[in-house]
């Protein structure tokens, strides 16, 4: 279609995504590389708290002292040294970081581990197709799907049979909400938008989770739009109806919700399906007629435009850059 090329196009479905999952110093790695995995399988043993603690090499036996070895517990002449990973050797002493909590880091989707990298991260290639998110607040997780119907007004209908469910939240989400899903046993949420408060009242109840000794299980939200309040795009929608029931993975680098089936088994928007992102029509989807030539804006300044039939039946003109077709 003339002019619709034109059009910025954003990525709909990532097929076999490649995703790290990151370490921090003192996380024990239990895979390989080459290994393959499923949902919920060990990846590493996370240190909640991490402290570091100098050793004399000659109050050990004799151990790989590589950066990023690890060090099993001894009892030697000088007291106990605790289990641990190597960070350097220098001068007949070790710098180890250890601690007292360890958390289980699971796979998130079934694939292949391309790499690992003690202190950096764990790099997977993961089975079917991703869908992209702006960011995943807490850790990777995975469950089945669920589709939250809304009422129009923010208010979704939380239930205790959601319980080990990744909700997806059709309209509104805030962090109160969000909290108590996670209260009632929910493994994770996909939201449209969250505003900036909101997030910074999630990453705050993420970071008490951290803190208590009993720690809850990982709580992940992706975030699919940003910051603005927007609805889910209609072919998302279309997405996440067509995987309800399915499990599913959430992971952070890159923000993706995974699923492990053929992409081709998913449904596809028609090619000249677009959405508009900004301006006073925004979050409205449609379909691109034709190029509607420049149009001034409010500010003086001219630029493309293009007519769009809404799928309420109202026909408007938007400057390109307010659009998204998808890909």
Same mark, same amino acid.
């Given at each position: 279609?003339?002019?619709?090329?034109?059009?910025?196009?954003?990525?709909?479905?990532?097929?076999?995504?490649?995703?790290?999952?990151?370490?921090?110093?003192?996380?024990?790695?239990?895979?390989?590389?080459?290994?393959?995995?499923?949902?919920?399988?060990?990846?590493?043993?996370? &240190?909640? %708290?991490?402290?570091?603690?100098?050793?004399?090499?000659?109050?050990? +036996?004799?151990?790989?002292?590589?950066?990023?070895?690890?060090?099993?517990?001894?009892?030697? +002449?000088?007291?106990?040294?605790?289990?641990?990973?190597?960070?350097?050797?220098? #001068?007949?002493?070790?710098?180890?970081?250890?601690?007292?909590?360890?958390?289980?880091?699971?796979?998130?989707?079934?694939?292949?581990?391309?790499?690992?990298?003690?202190?950096?991260?764990?790099?997977?290639?993961? %089975?079917?197709? @991703?869908?992209?998110? $702006?960011?995943?607040?807490?850790?990777?997780?995975?469950?089945?799907?669920?589709?939250?119907?809304?009422? #129009?007004?923010?208010?979704?209908?939380?239930?205790?049979?959601?319980?080990?469910?990744? &909700?997806?939240? $059709? @309209?509104?989400?805030?962090?109160?909400?969000?909290?108590?899903? +996670?209260?009632?046993?929910?493994?994770?949420?996909?939201?449209? $938008?969250?505003?900036?408060?909101? *997030?910074?009242?999630?990453?705050? $109840?993420?970071? +008490?989770?951290?803190? @208590?000794?009993?720690?809850?299980?990982?709580?992940?939200?992706?975030?699919?739009?940003?910051?603005? *309040?927007?609805?889910?795009?209609?072919?998302?929608?279309?997405?996440?109806?067509?995987?309800?029931?399915?499990?599913?993975?959430?992971?952070?680098?890159?923000?993706?919700?995974?699923?492990?089936?053929?992409?081709?088994?998913?449904?596809?928007?028609?090619?000249? *399906?677009?959405?508009?992102?900004?301006?006073?029509?925004?979050?409205?989807? #449609?379909?691109?007629?034709?190029?509607?030539?420049? *149009?001034?804006?409010?500010?003086?300044?001219?630029?493309?435009?293009?007519?769009?039939?809404?799928?309420?039946?109202?026909?408007?003109?938007?400057?390109?850059? %307010?659009?998204?077709?998808?890909?």
């Amino acid at each position: 279609m003339t002019g619709l090329a034109l059009v910025p196009a954003r990525r709909l479905l990532v097929e076999r995504p490649v995703v790290r999952i990151a370490l921090e110093p003192g996380d024990r790695v239990v895979t390989t590389a080459g290994a393959f995995v499923v949902a919920g399988d060990l990846l590493a043993e996370r &240190v909640r %708290d991490p402290r570091l603690e100098e050793v004399e090499e000659r109050d050990v +036996r004799a151990v790989p002292a590589q950066p990023g070895s690890w060090v099993a517990a001894e009892h030697g +002449r000088r007291g106990s040294v605790a289990a641990g990973e190597v960070l350097f050797s220098h #001068g007949g002493r070790r710098r180890v970081a250890t601690g007292p909590h360890l958390d289980l880091v699971t796979a998130p989707a079934a694939g292949r581990v391309t790499a690992v990298r003690p202190g950096a991260a764990i790099e997977l290639e993961l %089975d079917g197709v @991703g869908i992209p998110g $702006s960011a995943l607040l807490g850790d990777p997780g995975h469950g089945r799907l669920v589709l939250l119907p809304g009422d #129009g007004e923010g208010r979704l209908p939380l239930d205790v049979a959601h319980a080990g469910a990744i &909700v997806v939240f $059709s @309209g509104r989400a805030d962090a109160e909400t969000l909290t108590r899903a +996670r209260a009632m046993g929910i493994a994770g949420a996909v939201v449209p $938008s969250l505003a900036e408060r909101d *997030r910074r009242d999630v990453e705050a $109840s993420e970071a +008490r989770q951290r803190a @208590g000794i009993h720690r809850l299980a990982a709580f992940p939200v992706l975030v699919v739009e940003g910051y603005l *309040r927007r609805a889910l795009a209609g072919p998302l929608r279309d997405l996440l109806a067509a995987l309800a029931g399915s499990p599913v993975g959430l992971v952070a680098d890159p923000p993706l919700l995974v699923h492990g089936g053929p992409a081709t088994a998913l449904p596809r928007p028609a090619p000249d *399906r677009v959405r508009i992102r900004t301006g006073p029509e925004a979050g409205g989807d #449609g379909r691109f007629l034709a190029l509607a030539g420049p *149009r001034r804006l409010t500010a003086g300044v001219a630029t493309e435009a293009a007519r769009v039939r809404l799928d309420d039946g109202r026909e408007v003109v938007v400057p390109l850059g %307010d659009l998204e077709r998808f890909a």
